[in-house]
């Protein structure tokens, strides 16, 4: 029997979109879970839809690097999430200027990134919401992909979804440019942008407005020519930029090895068709060249 009776309410955690998530404990196991309270009633069939959605969602993706969703039940009016308690995110960590990443935790960070995404493109899921703080790290030094919100199945019949689904910083070009047929590769150039943000300590493409955004896009690649983009000129909200030449991508990270440039050029492809999958970044020479993974229980995190 699912009852509320189960968790021990503790403190606030923050507030999401939909509602409160706070600690608890459960009192059958003694773990540490952080519940999220999603408000049913005012928008009604929205709200309600997009958690069962989350819910049917989480429940198909269980993975060691995939949030897990302990328990779901209804409560005065509310629909509770069940998740396991994790003590920090991706972005607490690169905000942190007491930490120092080293080649090997960036590589172990990006590695476990891609491995939880992995899975939810072999799902035939978009994450759709990649972004530092929704990526969340346990005591034991695992990251998990967090808030499956926005996701939704593709390959449906109605793949034309809405393209404001992103935090602007992190959104592909394709998006930016309207796109109503965007398939994994939006999560791919989402993992380059933490991927960059990684390397820099900063967030890499950091627009002010949608066109702001591919105006950075631009200044950090060139604008794309029609030879490395074919199908651009089709997109909905396409306009013709004044050309823009591409800096050498080592002038912006002037840190980072070889193999680590390669990587991430190939994440950020212009041609979503042509840009790396998920299955292909994890098979990449960055990974199994020097320096080493380093072991999650072994990586940095916030005092
Ligand atoms: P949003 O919908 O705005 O992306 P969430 O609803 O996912 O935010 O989460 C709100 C806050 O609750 C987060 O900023 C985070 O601090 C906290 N939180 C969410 N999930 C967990 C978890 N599993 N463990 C610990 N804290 C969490």
Known sequence: KKVADRYLKREVLGEGTYGVVYKAIDTQTGQTVAIKKIRLGKQKEGVNFTALREIKLLKELKDPNIIELIDAF???????????????????VIRD?????????????LQMTLKGLAICHKKWVLHRDMKPNNLLIGSNGQLKLADFGLARVFGSPDRRFTHQVFARWYRAPELLFGTKQYGPGVDVWAAACIFAELLLRRPFLQGSSDIDQ???IFAAFGTPSASQWPDMIFLPDYVEYQHVPAPPLRSLFPMASDDALDLLSKMFTYDPKARISVQQALEHRY?????????????????
Request: net charge neutral.
């Open 214 to 216: 591919l105006g950075k």
């Open 287 to 303: 990974f199994s060249s020097a320096p080493l993974l380093t072991d999650p229980v072994k990586l940095p995190r916030p005092a």
């Open 74 to 92: 209804p409560h005065k009016g509310n629909l509770h999430l069940v998740f396991e308690f994790m003590e920090t995110d991706l972005e607490a």
């Open 97 to 109: 200027r007491n930490i120092v990443l080293s080649p090997g935790d960036i590589k172990s960070y």
